[in-house]
C-alpha cells in the first residue's frame, strides 16, 4: 500500500488557480494583492483563502495583502514549481500525446524526456518534439534517463503490468490517467487523476442551475 499522503489536499488542488489570479496580478504591476481579490475571482470565501496561503508559509500585510513576487515564489516552492522534474509518459495515445503538448507542465518544470508506446507505426515519430520509443525497450532506456515521474496513460487493462515495469525501472512517481486501482511497493508514489469527477462536479451544477431557473 503507498503510504504517503499528502496534508491539505483540498488546499494543495486550489493552489494553482491561485497562482494564475496572482501571476496576472504581476503582469498587471500590481506589487499587492489580497486574500478577498483571489477569493473574488474564484467565488471562494476569503478566509479559505488565507488559510490556503498559510501553508506556503507567507504572510499578509494588514490592509496592504501578500507581496505578489514573494507570494508567486511561495507558492511555487512550496508545490515544488521552482525546480525541474524529468518525466517519461507510457501510452502516447490521444490523452497522452495531448499532455505531452500542454505547456503549462513546461512553465511548472516538467519536462516530458520521452515516450512509449506498442504501436509500430508511432515508434520512431515525434510527438512536440519528444521522441517516441518502443515500451519493449522501456527498461533498457529509462535506465539511461534521469526521469523522475512517468505519466500513465496506457489502457486500464495494461495499466498494472506497466506500473510494475516502471516501479522495476526505478520509477518512483506515477501519475496514474487510467482507471485502475494501482498496487505498488512503499516508497512509490503514486496520484490518480479521474476526468469523470470533474465531468460529474460540472453536470451536478448544471443541474443544480436548472433547478434555480424559473
Given at each position: ?43 471562494l470565501e476569503p478566509i479559505q483563502v488565507r488559510k490556503d496561503l498559510a501553508i506556503t508559509g507567507i ?76 515500451m519493449e525497450e522501456i527498461e533498457q532506456r529509462l535506465s539511461a534517463l534521469s526521469a523522475q515521474i ?30 485502475a486501482k494501482l498496487k505498488v511497493p512503499d516508497g512509490v508514489v503514486v496520484q490518480r487523476e479521474d ?20
Open positions: 500500500m503507498n503510504k504517503f499522503k499528502v496534508s491539505f489536499a483540498p488546499s494543495v488542488r486550489r493552489l494553482p488557480s491561485y497562482l494564475n489570479i496572482i501571476m496576472q496580478s504581476q503582469r498587471n504591476g500590481d506589487a499587492y494583492i489580497s486574500g478577498t481579490v483571489i477569493a473574488q475571482e474564484l467565488n504572510v499578509g500585510k494588514p490592509k496592504k495583502g501578500y507581496p505578489v513576487d514573494d507570494l508567486i515564489a511561495a507558492i511555487e516552492r512550496y508545490l515544488g514549481w521552482d525546480r525541474t522534474r524529468d518525466a517519461v509518459l507510457v501510452g502516447a495515445g490521444n490523452l497522452g500525446s495531448a499532455l505531452i503538448g500542454y505547456q503549462e507542465f513546461r512553465l511548472h518544470g516538467m519536462r516530458v524526456l520521452a515516450a512509449f508506446d506498442t504501436d509500430p507505426s508511432k515508434i520512431g515519430m515525434k510527438v512536440h518534439g519528444v521522441p517516441i520509443h518502443s512517468a505519466i500513465l496513460t496506457v489502457p486500464s487493462p495494461f495499466a498494472q503490468a506497466t506500473a510494475e515495469t516502471l516501479v522495476r525501472s526505478g520509477i518512483k512517481s506515477i501519475w496514474n490517467f487510467t482507471n476526468p469523470s469527477s470533474g465531468y460529474a462536479m460540472l453536470t451536478v451544477q448544471i443541474q443544480a442551475r436548472s433547478r434555480a431557473e424559473p
